[in-house]
């Protein structure tokens, strides 16, 4: 009887098992596009030059990067800053190959542009065998005093219709900086994705509603990590996974791990593919997920909120914390990760881990926290959050409840008492992705108590401009209509 009784304990552990790997594949079947050999290359491009902050960046430069196939090639850049003045030799481009099972062999060619006039327009281009290849204009980064105009929306590349719309109204708005709250392209973070569902739409050759935009080559886009770039880690599944590490260029100044420090997903699969990821990542794993820039007159600290991450860990507040002392000079510090602390919301309402960073922006200085992860519109009263603290000593696991108390400021007025007695939180995860939950946009009863605007049934996008004393922040649908605008005063 035992031995039987052990017999079909095996055969349902192995149905469970086997019906969870089809389970997988028949999700990765679904979700993952092929790719549209068309979408793909513009001359010699797989993806056509794009403008990033660079892994060590100066306020006077930029770096420049785009992706060619897998062959010596003769490449150089110029640049003129500012337009009108003579062409001059950038740095010589350096580049990356991406070696890896089932995907086209390619290379990412990474350039810095040096000496840009900060706050004007500069011209650029890239030469193959001393033939120009590819012309841009863009815009350097502002300096400290001029006024600045930001654009921050996530959950978007999908390949869908209000991903085109979002990235056309960001067009119109001519912002010098773009700030994406993480889930970067959907589903898994592939390579395989990148190409039909990012770079066709946020660098196409024109600009309308139903194609997007030409921004990657235009304005300065920051990608901030989300579920869907970085948590699907196994690479016996698919050899191309966390693309995020290939194909941006970001600062390289966050925490270091040590080792017990969890600031990256443990990695899983056969060892060559594991190598091959390590090589094409190279210094960017993990060091990429967790960074900070300065952008005028604006510090940004930009978090990788996946639950893998231990923000309680007391060396990773530190850094936190020490990031944000540091612009204590600056008028304005804002912060952005993906998983909101503070969520209205049915869809992840329980994913509470950044919370437990809440008295650390309090104290550093913080007036908004940028995210996404939940599809839809979010504003918060301005607030203060004081997680409660056990007997033992041990923190609350991630994604799970974070409990405490919350301060809200309810004196605080969106045009005239602009002076916010802690820290507004934005969730501007309606950027092309299907939104959550739009029968509670008009359900106030569903809210919590700190929340103050509730939009999901449409996608949209934020708007920020930032002069040194204020902060007046829009959020706009897909066609450019208003939904909700306030002023933060510094």
Do not use: C
């Amino acid at each position: 009887m035992a031995f039987r009784r052990l017999r079909w304990t095996l055969r349902i552990l192995l149905a469970s098992t086997l019906l969870g790997w089809l389970s997988y594949a028949v999700w990765v079947w679904a979700t993952t596009e092929p790719e549209d050999p068309r979408a793909r290359r513009v001359g010699p491009f797989l993806a056509t030059p794009y403008l990033q902050l660079g892994e060590d960046p100066r306020a006077d430069d930029l770096a420049l990067l785009w992706h060619a196939d897998d062959v010596d090639a003769d490449w150089s850049v110029e640049v003129r800053s500012p337009l009108g003045s003579d062409w001059r030799p950038a740095d010589a481009p350096t580049s990356r190959r991406i070696i890896l099972d089932d995907v086209e062999r390619h290379r990412v060619y990474r350039a810095i542009l040096p000496g840009l006039a900060p706050g004007e327009r500069f011209g650029y281009r890239v030469k193959l065998a001393g033939s120009s290849a590819f012309e841009g204009e863009a815009r350097a980064r502002v300096a400290p005093g001029q006024p600045q105009r930001v654009v921050v929306f996530g959950d978007a590349a999908k390949k869908s219709e209000g991903q085109r719309k979002v990235a056309y109204q960001t067009h119109l708005l001519r912002p010098d900086l773009v700030v994406l709250t993480g889930d970067l392209v959907y589903f898994q973070g592939r390579v395989g994705e990148y190409r039909p569902k990012f770079f066709p739409i946020y660098a196409a050759a024109g600009a309308s509603p139903t194609v997007g935009a030409p921004l990657l080559s235009s304005t300065l886009m920051v990608g901030v990590v989300g579920n869907h770039d970085l948590m699907v880690n196994d690479f016996g599944r698919a050899s191309d996974l966390m693309a995020y590490f290939y194909y941006w260029s970001q600062p390289l100044n966050g925490p270091i791990p040590g080792p017990k420090s969890r600031l990256s997903p443990p990695l899983k699969g056969p060892e060559g593919r594991l190598r091959a990821f390590r090589e094409a990542a190279g210094p960017n794993y993990p060091r990429m997920a967790n960074f900070s820039f300065d952008s005028g007159d604006v510090h940004w600290t930009v978090l990788d909120a996946n639950p893998y991450v231990q923000w309680a860990d007391p060396a990773l507040r530190s850094w936190v914390a020490a990031d944000l002392a540091s612009a204590k000079d600056k008028p304005w510090r804002f912060v952005a990760f993906h998983h909101p602390g503070f969520n209205s919301s049915k869809a992840h309402n329980r994913e509470q881990q950044m919370r437990l960073l809440a008295d650390v922006f309090e104290a550093g200085g913080v007036s908004i926290a940028f995210s996404g992860h939940v599809h839809n519109y979010q504003r918060t009263y301005p607030l203060k959050f004081a997680a409660r603290t056990y007997p033992d000593g041990h923190a609350p696991e991630p994604s799970t409840p974070v409990e405490g108390k919350i301060t809200i400021d309810r004196s605080y007025d969106d045009t005239a008492a602009t002076r916010p007695d802690g820290v507004i939180y934005l969730v501007t995860g309606g950027g092309g992705a299907d939104l959550y939950d739009p029968d509670q946009t008009d359900a106030v009863s569903t809210w919590e108590p700190y929340t103050t605007r509730f939009i999901a049934d449409v996608h949209s996008l934020t708007v920020v401009d930032v002069t040194p004393d204020a902060a007046t922040v829009r959020q706009l649908d897909a066609d450019g209509k208003e939904l909700d605008r306030f002023t933060v005063a510094r």
